[in-house]
């Protein structure tokens, strides 16, 4: 069965997204750190998927996470080939983007959540080995990509390639899925749990404020900040977090929501951005500045509607992807199989030339006379069992 609370989180993300690129507003970023959630959640899932089928899930997990890709590929990469963008080798890597494909000016703003996938991409094909390091030593593997971080930031390690970076930064809350998923947040005690997400939201907190970044104190510019105070949000979420959210289904509506938003997250996560960039010139033309409320929360409306007509239409690739039944609103009633149908058998005859007398302790049908001091019990026809088809969804 699917973990609403765990759904309610990754819907929470996503609209935190969408809403952050629409606005600007920093302060989302520390109200809801929204990617290193998402991760944290990824996370838990690989390690589900690698206890249940070993290395063979990464492959699955690949095989989910490409054709929405492939899709946005299909119809962006030809816009940019006519537009300016050369075409190289390296436009392969829209096909399994290892490292960043190449984009032309337009495309770079309208695809840089491309960032997301690649980072997933390599987080997914270092969990088996990741897993096994965790299992043997969780607390060293654990601090690894904050140590990794903390290097580079202080300038110790100053000269990281950027996969690396993005390892420290963004890793470290995956392997926290992995301590979600063995139980371990959840074991440790509140004397142990609180004062260290306490500890890691204050140090991330010191280090925003003392290295502000050219938006100020967004923690997307400041990635040490950033993984420190994302941590400690990870560790109450999901090590104090309620075992389910059942009251997310109390109202149809927003059960359905919620559903659907989990369902699409990765087409609404790659598309928002290009309907973001292309309602931006409302600002001029509209005169919706970011401070005009009204305006923000129009142009918030606007790109929701955008991203749920292509989520009508290309969101399916997401249940094919996971080898669920295409649906183009997921969430709806699924019909139930009904049991065996009536017998096409003649009905047996319950005359006496049909039965003849039975032998003493057997029934054929028509009970006989029960012995004295026992009631006669009816004879119980045997039914096969009925069939119920459970096609709960995978995230």
């Given at each position: 069965m699917r973990n609403r609370?765990?759904?309610?989180?990754r819907f929470l993300a996503i609209v935190r997204v969408v809403v952050y690129h629409v606005t600007g507003w920093a302060s989302?970023?520390?109200v809801f750190p929204a990617m290193s959630v998402m991760f944290a959640l990824a996370g838990s899932l690989m390690a589900a998927s690698l206890r249940r089928s070993g290395a063979p899930a990464v492959g699955r997990r690949l095989r989910r996470l490409l054709p929405s890709l492939w899709v946005l590929a299909a119809v962006f990469v030809p816009a940019m080939l006519l537009t300016g963008l050369p075409l190289t080798p390296k436009v392969l890597l829209w096909l399994f983007p290892v490292a960043d494909p190449p984009a032309n000016d337009w495309g770079a703003l309208v695809l840089s959540p491309i960032w997301y996938l690649r980072d997933y991409l390599w987080f997914v094909l270092a969990s088996p080995v990741a897993l096994w390091l965790f299992r043997r030593a969780p607390l060293p593997t654990l601090l690894?990509?904050?140590a990794v971080l903390a290097a580079i930031e202080s300038g110790v390690y100053p000269n990281a390639p950027a996969a690396v970076q993005q390892f420290g930064l963004y890793f470290g809350a995956w392997l926290l899925g992995f301590a979600h998923q063995d139980?371990?947040?959840?074991?440790?005690p509140n004397r142990v749990l609180w004062p260290t997400a306490s500890g890691l939201v204050a140090a991330g907190g010191a280090w925003v404020l003392t290295h502000p970044g050219p938006r100020g104190y967004d923690l997307n510019d400041i990635p040490l900040g950033n993984a420190l105070w994302s941590a400690g949000f990870v560790l109450v979420l999901l090590g104090r977090g309620p075992a389910s959210a059942a009251w997310v289904d109390r109202s149809a509506l927003f059960g359905r929501v919620v559903t659907?938003?989990?369902?699409r997250a990765l087409t609404v996560y790659l598309w928002h951005m290009a309907f973001?960039?292309?309602?931006?010139?409302?600002v001029d033309v509209v005169g919706w500045s970011h401070q005009d409320r009204v305006g923000l929360?129009?142009?918030?409306?606007l790109v929701f509607a955008l991203v749920g007509v292509v989520t009508l239409l290309v969101g399916w690739v997401e249940d094919v992807a996971a080898r669920?039944?295409?649906?183009?609103?997921?969430?709806?009633?699924?019909?139930?199989?009904a049991g065996p149908g009536p017998s096409t058998r003649p009905p047996a005859r319950r005359d006496a030339a049909a039965h003849p007398a039975a032998p003493a302790g057997r029934d054929v049908g028509a009970h006989p006379a029960a012995p004295a001091g026992r009631a006669a019990v009816p004879r119980q026809r045997i039914r096969e069992p009925e069939t119920v088809e459970i096609t709960a969804g995978r995230p």
């Open positions: 609370y765990l759904d309610l989180l989302l970023t520390l690894a990509p904050y139980g371990t947040l959840r074991r440790l659907v938003l989990n369902r973001v960039v292309a309602l931006t010139p409302l929360a129009i142009r918030i409306a669920r039944r295409p649906e183009l609103i997921p969430g709806g009633r699924r019909p139930v199989p």
